[in-house]
């Protein structure tokens, strides 16, 4: 029965007009709930107007919505900022001495959704404060409530797959749709996308701002960093079926393998399991990593920044956080084993080909992909000159203006 109710709700997310239905339908139902909201904004006195909602995912604060909203309070007070952060987090106590904060999905956080002019986040339905919609069924049901609020997507990372099923103005909504690189600003003004001019703007990601400003501050050290994505299509199985998919198994398999362990402890190098996404973070216990040289890392602990700026390597499988190292021009590698799978259950390719385009070379055998890792060592990590011109090709420019290229748009 686990297993069948598994496949059901995967079947429900992966369709996506049966999804944005019930979602639109769920908007209807809490109409009522918006309309109270309102109306009480309409005789509060002491609400504030005009405020700048930023967030995340709701329970945490380490992506572009923090780096936005640090450099909001930093360099424009005068804008009224507010964070929605869940208030038992690990990471809200460290927002609120950045600046102001509200509670996610209480009614405060209601309250400041509907009286706010620019709602910016890297998720859609998060900053929605209610139940189960996105930016698209608040616009269509209650938009005409508040005609001027504006949703500013500010991405999580750099989008290099075919997102047409997914991203398409018809389905977001996006006022504004943040782009990093000319590739991805280019997919993403094509007509198939249906984006209004104006609406996909290329100010890059704010994160990056402080990796640019503290790159030669923080000390590099002997550290790789293993960062690979979650598959969605694995987000509601057991335990027990979790561990026998081909994702756990790929991965296991090669942060368990003798000659990898036996390598970093020989070369003194310090290798971190660090999945970024947060379904693979609670499976991490599964992976029974203690009588091992592999290390963990908490994403709702550490400080993302620094555990980039500190290492040496990245390896990942198709986690666009690898631009991030790029950026940085550090050495990197692919561990692609499920290749096909992730193919055909999660992303097709886009115009992003990892052949032709990727910063690191690719592997599906752990041990060649070992043999990358020794030769990375014995090169004191140096990036591979043809690795390097891609990566300059893709980040032709740096600097530390990612978030005051965002404000100007706004503003």
Not at 77 to 99: L, M, Q, T
Not at 143 to 172: E, I, M, Q
Not at 176 to 184: G, H, N
Not at 189 to 211: A, E, M
Request: proline letters at 4%.
């Amino acid at each position: 029965m686990g297993k069948f109710k598994a496949n059901l709700i995967y079947i429900i997310k992966r369709n996506i007009k049966l999804k944005d239905t019930l979602k639109l339908m769920l908007m209807i139902v809490q109409f009522p709930i918006v309309i109270g909201v309102y109306l009480i904004l309409k005789v509060k006195r002491d609400v504030p107007k005009e405020i700048w909602l930023i967030g995340e995912m709701g329970i945490d604060a380490k992506d572009n919505g923090l780096a936005f909203f640090k450099y909001l309070n930093a360099e424009h007070p005068e804008i009224n900022s507010v964070y929605y952060i869940a208030g038992d987090s690990a990471a809200a106590d460290k927002v609120r001495k950045i600046g102001k904060t509200v509670q996610t999905g209480s009614f405060a956080h209601k309250l400041t959704f509907m009286s706010a002019r620019y709602v910016l986040s890297t998720h859609d339905g998060y900053p929605i404060p209610f139940k189960g919609v996105n930016w698209r069924e608040y616009k269509k049901v209650c938009g005409w409530l508040t005609p001027n609020k504006k949703y500013v997507f500010l991405s999580h990372g750099v989008n290099k797959d075919d997102c047409g099923a997914s991203f398409y103005y018809g389905r977001t909504k996006f006022d504004y749709f943040v782009t990093t690189i000319k590739p991805e600003y280019e997919e993403m003004t094509r007509p198939k996308y249906g984006y209004p001019s104006g609406n996909i703007v290329r100010t890059g990601l704010s994160r990056y701002d402080s990796l640019q400003k503290n790159v030669d501050i923080v000390p590099k050290e002997r550290r790789i960093l293993y960062m690979p994505t979650w598959r969605y299509y694995l987000a509601d199985v057991s335990d027990d079926e979790f561990v026998q998919s081909t994702y756990f198994k790929g991965i296991n398999d090669f942060l368990h393998n003798p000659r990898l362990n036996k390598l970093l402890e020989d070369e003194g190098v310090t290798f971190y399991f660090f999945p970024p996404h947060h379904e693979i973070q609670k499976r991490i216990p599964l992976f029974k990593l203690d009588n091992t040289n592999i290390k963990t890392l908490d994403t709702e602990k550490v400080n993302f920044a620094e555990a980039l700026l500190k290492s040496s390597m990245m390896i990942t499988d198709f986690s666009s956080v690898i631009f991030d190292f790029a950026y940085l021009r550090r050495r990197t590698a692919y561990y692609q084993f499920d290749l096909k799978e992730y193919r055909s259950g999660q992303y097709k390719e886009g115009y992003f080909s990892y052949e032709r385009d990727g910063f690191g070379p690719i592997y599906s055998d752990p041990e060649k992909l070992i043999e990358e890792i020794q030769r990375a060592i014995n090169s004191d990590f140096d990036v591979e000159g043809k690795y390097l011109t891609r990566i300059n090709r893709t980040f032709p420019n740096h600097d530390s203006k990612n978030c005051e290229r965002l404000y100007k748009v706004l503003i």
